[in-house]
């Protein structure tokens, strides 16, 4: 265990709706970052945020979006769902500002959009 | 459960026998590599990482293998176990300005038979 948590742990949407993922990060870290996970491919980085604010983002469009709060604790936020959101999301939380910044995942969501 | 392995390579190995598992990677500035091994179901989980810089680290039963002028990974498992059936997947890690992002491979499924 990570001790990264994250909520819901199966979500089913239709296309058009928007949602939101929560996570949790490990006591002591600062730093979340979201990866979606589709099925039979490694994860893919969505984002990043560090006290507070985004810290570097991957390839994805502006309906996706996030939020990291005081406790450091972290939301993923997609609009407008399309089919191919269906994934695994993934949140891990590191120690940011350290040259390593190992990163420890949480158990995931499964969101399928229909 | 969760199969992330649908259509992922796939190593067989008997029990006790020596697995490795190889990747490629792509960038050669990134500034260090992790193996993650991901159980069905579950988020990804640490097994051991390279920096940069050095061409071999060795865990426990694992040792990973760097070779920076064809950009490859090598994992190898001795004694291999039936909990050590997975998923496998290398990531690198660019640390940048905007944090550490970590950019994974596609995955190796590793089958254990008895």
């Known amino acids: 265990e990570t001790g990264v948590t994250q909520s819901p742990t199966h979500l089913i949407k239709t296309r058009g709706q928007q949602v939101t993922l929560r996570c949790s990060s490990q006591s002591g870290h600062n730093t979340v970052s979201w990866y979606q996970q589709a099925l039979g491919q490694g994860p893919q980085f969505i984002f990043q945020y560090y006290r507070e604010e985004e810290n570097g983002r991957g390839n994805f469009p502006p309906r996706f979006s996030g939020l990291q709060f005081p406790n450091y604790s972290s939301e993923l936020n997609v609009n407008a769902l399309e089919l191919d959101d269906s994934a695994l999301y993934l949140c891990?939380?590191?120690?940011?500002?350290?040259?390593?910044?190992?990163?420890?995942f949480g158990p995931g969501t499964r969101l399928t959009v229909l | 459960g969760e199969s992330v392995g649908l259509h992922l390579p796939t190593l067989s190995v008997q029990e006790g026998d020596n697995s490795i598992i190889n990747c490629a990677y792509s960038n050669s500035a990134s500034d260090y590599f992790i193996w993650y091994k991901q159980e069905s179901g579950k988020g990804p989980q640490f097994i051991i990482d390279?920096?940069?810089?050095?061409d071999k680290r060795q865990g426990q039963r694992v040792t990973v293998l760097l070779n920076k002028t064809v950009k490859h990974l090598s994992l190898q498992i001795a004694a291999t176990q039936p909990g050590d059936s997975a998923v496998y997947f290398c990531?690198?890690?660019?640390?940048?300005?905007?944090?550490?992002?970590?950019?994974f491979g596609t995955g190796t499924q590793l089958k254990v038979e008895l």
């Open positions: 390279i920096r940069s810089n050095m």
């Open positions: 891990a939380s590191s120690v940011g500002g350290q040259g390593k910044g190992e990163q420890f």
């Open positions: 990531a690198e890690n660019l640390l940048t300005g905007g944090g550490n992002k970590l950019t």
